[in-house]
């Protein structure tokens, strides 16, 4: 892992995400890191509750997402995402995934909030 970007203590929010998926710009991501493994809690929007887990090697992550959204169904997927650090300090996600639980699959962006 690489020491110049970091997931520990950042809180980040969808920006963008196509029609099959759940996360939006209410979505908030809170996450912790330890060494190369990454974890996050994360709710808003049509999710009420989620989680995830995974692996983070200073530019690319790899994930396991479990939630359950406002309809109180659950959902689980996985994706990959490359990390980028912004101008400004701020991180950038750029995530392709797929439900694991269900049809679809598609693309989002997560940023930090500043």
Not at 7 to 15: I, K, M, Q
């Amino acid at each position: 892992m690489t020491d110049e970007i970091s997931l520990d203590g950042r809180t980040l929010v969808g920006v963008a995400n196509t029609d099959a998926g759940e996360v939006s710009g209410d979505t908030r991501f809170e996450f912790e890191q330890e060494g190369d493994r990454i974890y996050a809690h994360y709710s808003g929007g049509d999710i009420v509750d989620g989680h995830l887990v995974g692996t983070f090697d200073g530019s690319e992550w790899d994930i396991r997402y479990t939630q359950i959204n406002s309809e109180h169904e659950t959902a689980s997927g996985h994706s990959i995402g490359t990390v980028k650090l912004l101008d400004d300090g701020r991180v950038r996600v750029e995530d392709e995934w797929d439900w694991e639980s269900q049809e679809g699959s598609g693309e989002s962006i997560l940023e930090e909030v500043a």
